[in-house]
């Protein structure tokens, strides 16, 4: 079946923009999270949606960042005013639940470059 | 708060020869443990995970094992193959939390 898919696949833009990222995850999956990958670094979390409410957003960086989920499937994350440093990969993953049992299946990524 | 440390790449090594990647953890909870792999224009997919102490995990020639006394969780494969090359991450999940963290990644080159 199909998997998580994220678009657009990359992503340039100025700095000051807004931006938005989409993510569709697998038909069925309830949970969703949202990671960045900086250059050099890990994953960092950012936020998990589980249905369409979000228990933990403590990895949002800034109030720059929000995101929202329509029912239980795509997701977009949005960037506000965006920095240089926002220039990442975003990766988004979905699960069939939140437990320790549950795999998270990883979409491609987003690569935003900010000029 | 949780943390993962693993040895930082490139690690290059020769086709048939055995490969380590080191792993070790700090978690405020009694943690899993998970090995994920990246291939080159994929996306990250799970290698492999263990959930308690001493479990062993293994998939397509990788096994790691759930170290408590040295928080550790190695990756080790004893014959890589050119096939292997990829960026390999270690990653934890505790009970009270949903998200994976993360270490940086280890990129590993086999070479024929």
């Known amino acids: 079946g199909a998997g998580v898919s994220q678009s657009p696949s990359n992503k340039v833009t100025e700095k000051g923009k807004d931006v938005e990222l989409r993510c569709d995850p697998i038909?069925?999956?309830?949970?969703l999270y949202w990671y960045r990958q900086r250059l050099g670094q890990g994953l960092e979390f950012l936020i998990y949606?589980?249905?369409?409410?979000?228990?933990?957003k403590s990895g949002l960086p800034s109030d720059r960042f929000s995101a929202e989920r329509t029912g239980e499937s795509v997701s977009t994350l949005t960037i506000q005013r965006t920095q240089q440093e926002d220039s990442a990969v975003y990766l988004c993953?979905?699960?069939?639940?939140?437990?320790?049992?549950?795999?998270?299946?990883f979409g491609p990524g987003t690569r935003l470059t900010v000029t | 708060g949780d943390s993962v440390t693993q040895m930082e790449g490139p690690v290059t090594l020769s086709e048939e020869a055995f490969l380590t990647i080191n792993c070790t953890y700090t978690?405020?909870?009694?943690?899993?443990l998970f090995w994920y792999v990246q291939y080159p224009g994929e996306g990250l997919q799970l290698l492999l995970k263990?959930?308690?102490?001493?479990d062993k995990g293994s998939n397509k020639g990788f096994e790691a094992t759930y170290r408590k006394e040295t928080t550790s969780f190695h990756l080790e494969k004893g014959s890589v193959q050119v096939s292997d090359s990829a960026v390999y991450f270690c990653?934890?999940?505790?009970?009270?939390?949903?998200?994976?963290?993360f270490g940086t990644g280890t990129r590993l080159q086999v070479t024929l």
């Open positions: 949606f589980q249905g369409n409410s979000a228990p933990d």
């Open positions: 978690a405020t909870g009694y943690p899993s």
């Open positions: 038909s069925g999956h309830t949970a």
């Open positions: 993953a979905s699960s069939p639940g939140q437990g320790f049992s549950y795999e998270q299946y």
């Open positions: 990653a934890l999940k505790t009970g009270t939390a949903s998200k994976l963290t």
């Open positions: 263990a959930t308690k102490a001493d």
